[in-house]
T-cell receptor, first 113, second 110 residues
Framework: QKEVEQNSGPLSVPEGAIASLNCTYS??????FFWYRQYSGKSPELIMS????GDKEDGRFTAQLNKASQYVSLLIRDSQPSDSATYLC?????????????FGSGTRLQVQP | DTAVSQTPKYLVTQMGNDKSIKCEQN?????MYWYKQDSKKFLKIMFSYNNKELIINETVPNRFSPKSPDKAHLNLHINSLELGDSAVYFC?????????FGQGTRLTVV
């Protein structure tokens, strides 16, 4: 099983809708989870981090973590065309003392005007 | 000021050449990384340096060697470049799992 898995998409939503991005991770000692956004030709930028079960909200973004189901998601409310990008899910795994981020392959989001 | 800066942004070179990519961070973080992003956009870690010590070395060919003169710099040197080395290479500085990336270096080997 891949360590961090995402559907590559593209996920297409109309402007103003809620975009839901999902990520699952392998059964390892996971520590922290992150969502990065990457515009085409640009570097990834951190948009959300979540460390404990439940929801975490920041503006139009909500991250949800369910460790029992090994599942983390990102909701984008009132989606805008400027949200069109690839969203990368990442996790840190502590079983080998590593703190490096392990990334999923990314989900491409397209917000249609 | 740019938090993580890497140069050059584009690098086109012939097979067999040796090249270096430089990275500097002004965030005061102890840990820096090199990531490789392939044509399918998959981002994979190559190296990590913490307080000038290599703590991760994934299954990367020994033609790739990281050099860290101090904790603010982590350069990547690549010997005998191959066609398969063509990719975008990102430097990152990290604290508590939150990584800040440089602009990336698009390496094209011809």
């Amino acid at each position: 099983q891949k360590e961090v898995e995402q559907n590559s998409g593209p996920l297409s939503v109309p402007e103003g809708a809620i975009a839901s991005l999902n990520c699952t991770y392998s059964d390892r000692v996971s520590q922290s989870f992150f969502w990065y956004r990457q515009y085409s030709g640009k570097s990834p930028e951190l948009i959300m981090s979540i460390y404990s079960n439940g929801d975490k909200e920041d503006g139009r973004f909500t991250a949800q973590l369910n460790k029992a189901s090994q599942y983390v998601s990102l909701l984008i409310r009132d989606s805008q065309p400027s949200d069109s990008a690839t969203y990368l899910c990442a996790a840190t795994f502590m079983d080998t003392g590593r703190r490096a981020l392990t990334f999923g392959s990314g989900t491409r989001l397209q917000v249609q005007p | 000021d740019t938090a993580v800066s890497q140069t050059p942004k584009y690098l086109v070179t012939q097979m067999g050449n040796d090249k270096s990519i430089k990275c500097e961070q002004n965030l005061g973080h102890d840990t820096m990384y090199w990531y490789k992003q392939d044509s399918k956009k998959f981002l994979k870690i190559m190296f990590s340096y913490n307080n000038k010590e290599l703590i991760i070395n994934e299954t990367v060919p020994n033609r790739f060697s990281p050099k860290s003169p101090d904790k603010a710099h982590l350069n990547l040197h690549i010997n005998s470049l191959e066609l398969g080395d063509s990719a975008v290479y990102f430097c990152a500085s990290q604290k508590s799992g939150e990584a800040f990336f440089g602009q990336g270096t698009r390496l094209t080997v011809v």
